[in-house]
């Protein structure tokens, strides 16, 4: 017998997901992972990058569980978080726009800092990034993983990795096209140096303020923005020496506003949509 369960769907810049509030909507005896490789099909279901479950926490306002479209579960993501403020702003679960939320990356705080209805502009702090090997995790026990030598269809490309609660692998090239990114992103997300897979950007410097990424994401392949990528992406910048610690980032779906902060935590400035609310009839486990 199916049931219908309540969603929003949501996206920030073009990333999208669907969201359920576990405050009002039980998904007892349904399995998270496979509930969010049918809802994200693009053709057979509501369409999107993954499922978000959002839910109460014991030590935040909320527990965030995100899932991507091949039903794994994924330890963070910042455009998400803006989403999830955004919803939480609406329900009445934070009157002063702020916004603390937990995830498997650790307890991550937002702030609405426009409220237009259908629209909000959104900062997140994404939390301080972590820089040894053992912690990203890559199979390396340096301090540092910056220009490490991955193959990839007979090239060799010089990555440095960085967490962000979730693995970053990213690379600098002069092209982020098409061939570049969809074919070296699922070849390195699945390279032996990662033992939990990874997310790969590849970023182009525009200047030292300014940078431009495509994202191929781990359990996904490519969306049209990634917050984590983004905070990850600006810190091996800095980390290289090509970019300051506050730029604008352009992804294919828009544009961030983004820092590396003296307190070393990474703020985000970006929006969160609401696309629709709906129901989706689902039947089996």
Same mark, same amino acid.
């Given at each position: 017998m199916g049931r219908r369960i309540a969603f929003t769907k949501m996206e920030g810049l073009g990333n999208d997901y669907v969201y359920i509030d576990l405050f009002e909507t039980s998904l007892e005896e349904i399995d998270p992972g496979a509930l969010a490789r049918k809802v994200s099909d693009r053709h057979f279901g509501i369409g999107s990058d993954g499922l978000v479950l959002i839910g109460p926490s014991d030590t935040a306002h909320c527990r965030m569980r995100m899932f991507n479209s091949d039903g794994s579960e994924s330890e963070m993501c910042g455009?998400?978080?803006?989403?999830?403020?955004?919803?939480?702003?609406?329900?009445?679960?934070?009157?002063?726009? +702020?916004?603390?939320? /937990? =995830? #498997? *990356?650790?307890?991550?705080? %937002?702030?609405?800092?426009?409220?237009? $209805?259908?629209?909000?502009?959104?900062?997140?702090?994404?939390?301080?990034?972590?820089?040894?090997?053992?912690?990203?995790?890559?199979?390396?026990?340096?301090?540092?993983?910056?220009?490490?030598?991955?193959?990839?269809?007979?090239?060799?490309?010089?990555?440095?990795?960085?967490?962000?609660?979730?693995?970053?692998?990213?690379?600098?090239?002069?092209?982020?096209?098409?061939?570049?990114?969809?074919?070296?992103?699922?070849?390195?997300?699945?390279?032996?140096?990662?033992?939990?897979?990874?997310?790969?950007?590849?970023?182009?410097?525009?200047?030292?303020?300014?940078?431009?990424?495509?994202?191929?994401? +781990?359990?996904?392949? /490519? =969306? #049209? *923005?990634?917050?984590?990528? %983004?905070?990850?992406?600006?810190?091996? $910048?800095?980390?290289?020496?090509?970019c300051d610690r506050a730029v604008r980032m352009d992804l294919l779906g828009g544009s961030l506003e983004i820092e590396w902060c003296d307190d070393e935590n990474i703020k985000i400035v970006g929006p969160a949509v609401i696309v629709f609310k709906g129901e989706y009839y689902h039947e089996g486990k």
């Open positions: 455009n998400a978080v803006r989403c999830i403020a955004k919803l939480m702003y609406d329900a009445g679960r934070h009157t002063d726009g +702020r916004v603390s939320i /937990e =995830t #498997l *990356a650790g307890l991550i705080n %937002a702030r609405i800092m426009e409220d237009l $209805g259908t629209h909000a502009q959104v900062e997140v702090f994404m939390g301080v990034p972590r820089l040894r090997g053992p912690e990203i995790p890559v199979r390396s026990e340096a301090d540092r993983v910056i220009g490490v030598p991955l193959e990839s269809g007979g090239v060799t490309w010089y990555a440095t990795c960085v967490s962000m609660g979730n693995p970053h692998c990213v690379l600098f090239v002069d092209d982020a096209c098409d061939d570049l990114v969809h074919s070296v992103g699922p070849a390195l997300e699945t390279h032996e140096f990662f033992p939990n897979r990874t997310n790969v950007e590849f970023v182009e410097v525009i200047d030292r303020s300014h940078l431009r990424m495509r994202v191929w994401e +781990r359990g996904a392949g /490519e =969306t #049209l *923005a990634c917050g984590t990528g %983004a905070s990850a992406s600006l810190v091996a $910048g800095v980390l290289n020496g090509v």
